[in-house]
């Protein structure tokens, strides 16, 4: 089977002339996965971007994997990030590699959620080199996103993660996406192209392994192993119950010493210290005698700056 599936898939190149960005379009004849229901964690620094997570392909595996949406610093002040899509071609799906630019452009009405609901983007504008952020859309910290304005955005939770060909999305490209499509384009930052190396490495991100349901779905930035530092975000239960409980109470070792007192070994030197010999050891316990401590049983300021005629794209 494995074989089969590698057979039918091809990588091809093809150079475009998108200013200077080489792009690569992988060719599939397997549709992906729906997309999985997440949630967002929230904003990790001021200046970052939401970049929704997707399926890709490796090769040599000859199956889809992960790549967990993730907050983003974009490489210049300014930009926005349009998401990749797979899209029905002649005989098979094309993956359109996502981009930075001034503006928006195509993604085939894939619904990615988070203000990225199928056509152009709605969690945030640029004004003044600062980004203004909607908190309707996104998972914020009112630390590191000030600028916060909140317009709602009518969502269609469409789960279908590819544009054309049976039982994919139908959507047309709008006159402000082909413009965009022309402008000079930036190309992913290098570190989210490890990003997407590492998600390729972990089984447990492919479609064979977690039938749809990734592991880890997103996560608060992208770094160079997923399991390196970056908890896994909590799932939506798990943030109910430590918001109606609070964290658990954690007993540390200087409590527990504090409360039973010093260990006997050093009571014995201070004993001697005194001047006094050391008291007899053959009524004391064995836990003594090895000098081990008794044994014990049994974690929104806003400036509102709402949408309007003068949004720098």
């Not at 091809?10 to 992906?32: T, Y």
């Not at 949406?69 to 002649?90: D, E, K, M, S």
């Not at 989210?192 to 064979?208: I, T």
């Not at 749809?212 to 939506?236: D, V």
Request: hydrophobic share 30%; aromatic share 10%; charged share 20%.
């Amino acid at each position: 089977m494995k074989y089969r599936r590698l057979l039918c898939a091809g990588i091809l190149a093809l150079v475009l002339p998108m200013a200077a960005q080489a792009a690569v379009s992988v060719f599939v004849n397997i549709a992906p996965p729906p997309l999985p229901v997440y949630v967002q964690p929230a904003i990790p620094a001021p200046g970052y971007l939401w970049t929704p997570g997707y399926w890709a392909w490796d090769p040599i595996a000859g199956d889809y994997y992960w790549v967990p949406g993730t907050w983003v610093a974009p490489p210049v002040v300014g930009l926005l990030w349009t998401p990749g899509y797979w899209g029905w071609g002649t005989g098979g799906y094309f993956w359109h590699g996502g981009y930075w630019g001034r503006r928006v452009g195509f993604y085939g009405g894939v619904n990615y959620g988070y203000g990225y609901n199928g056509s152009g983007y709605h969690g945030g504008y640029w004004r003044g080199g600062v980004f203004n952020c909607n908190r309707s859309v996104n998972h914020l910290d009112p630390r590191f996103a000030r600028n916060i304005y909140e317009e709602r955005v009518v969502e269609n939770h469409e789960s279908v993660s590819f544009h054309g060909g049976q039982g994919g999305l139908v959507a047309r490209e709008t006159a402000e996406e082909r413009a965009a499509r022309t402008e000079h384009h930036v190309a992913p930052t290098p570190l989210q192209h490890q990003h997407e190396q590492v998600a390729m490495r972990a089984p447990e991100q492919r479609a064979s392994f977690n039938h749809g349901a990734p592991t880890l779905a997103a996560m608060p930035r992208p770094s160079i192993e997923h399991s390196a530092g970056i908890p896994r975000p909590p799932t939506r239960m798990e943030a109910q119950r430590v918001e109606r409980s609070g964290p658990p109470p954690r007993r540390t070792e200087a409590q527990r010493v504090e409360r039973a007192g010093p260990p006997p070994a050093r009571m014995e030197a201070q004993h001697v210290e005194r001047g006094g010999p050391p008291p007899g050891r053959a009524q004391q316990p064995a836990h003594v005698e090895r000098g081990g401590p008794p044994h014990e049983g049994g974690g929104r300021g806003e400036g509102r700056g709402g949408p309007g005629q003068e949004r720098e794209r």
